[in-house]
């Protein structure tokens, strides 16, 4: 199975400041990437996905990025932040081609305040 | 796309059996279902996943029936530990790639 390296667990950051999280992905090779933000007591929300290196498709517009610099690492960024991106934010790995089949870090909290 | 609906949360008692059905009407053809378990401040856990009839684990089964527009998960004899939110997930088909949670079911075991 595949293990998502997902760092640091909590953030606490000024409105204003950036952010980069970075996910790092074992046991697999060209593996679709995901960010998630999920608000307290709410769902899963799509931020991103990947289905290659370079190769970053948004779901919502919004004042986050990512990037995918090689085929196992994932890095969602902001370069100034918003008191409405507090949240926890999910990184997520699947074997693609349809694959429904997902492996989850475990998280970073994020509070800007 | 392949919407699911799923109750909102459900409540439960320790040793019964939970089925938490999903509604996915328009699920394409070469799509399976996949159910998740998430507790809170953490990742979502894969539990089962099954394309047609019935699928067992040591976890939980899954029921599809033939037409596939929807799903149960059923959970024997829970125990409070099982206290988690549920999602069911039917992507796109044609092996496109995008994972869309819904907002899931919260169970909730009581004593």
């Known amino acids: 199975s595949q293990t998502i390296h997902q760092w640091p667990a909590t953030l606490v950051q000024p409105v204003g400041s950036p952010l980069s999280l970075e996910c790092t992905v074992e046991g697999t090779s060209n593996p679709n990437l995901y960010w998630y933000r999920q608000a307290a007591g709410r769902g899963l929300q799509l931020l991103f996905y990947s289905v290659g290196i370079g190769q970053i498709s948004s779901e919502v517009p919004q004042n986050l990025s990512a990037s995918r610099p090689q085929d196992r690492q994932f890095i969602l960024s902001s370069k100034k932040l918003l008191l409405s991106d507090s949240g926890f934010y999910l990184c997520?790995?699947?074997?693609?081609?349809?694959?429904?089949?997902?492996?989850f870090g475990q998280g970073t909290r994020l509070t800007v305040v | 796309l392949a919407k699911t609906t799923q109750p909102i949360s459900m409540d439960s008692y320790e040793g019964q059996e939970v089925n938490i059905t999903c509604s996915h009407n328009n699920i394409a053809t070469n799509d399976y279902i996949t159910w998740y378990q998430q507790f809170p401040s953490q990742g979502p856990r894969f539990i089962i996943q099954g394309y047609k009839t019935k699928v067992t684990n040591e976890v939980a089964s899954l029921f599809i029936p033939a037409d596939r527009k929807s799903s149960t998960l059923s959970l024997p004899r829970v125990s409070l530990s099982d206290t988690a939110v549920y999602y069911c997930l039917a992507p796109l088909g044609g092996g496109y790639n995008k994972l869309i949670f819904g907002a899931g079911t919260r169970l909730a075991v009581h004593p």
């Open positions: 997520a790995s699947s074997r693609g081609s349809g694959n429904t089949e997902a492996f």
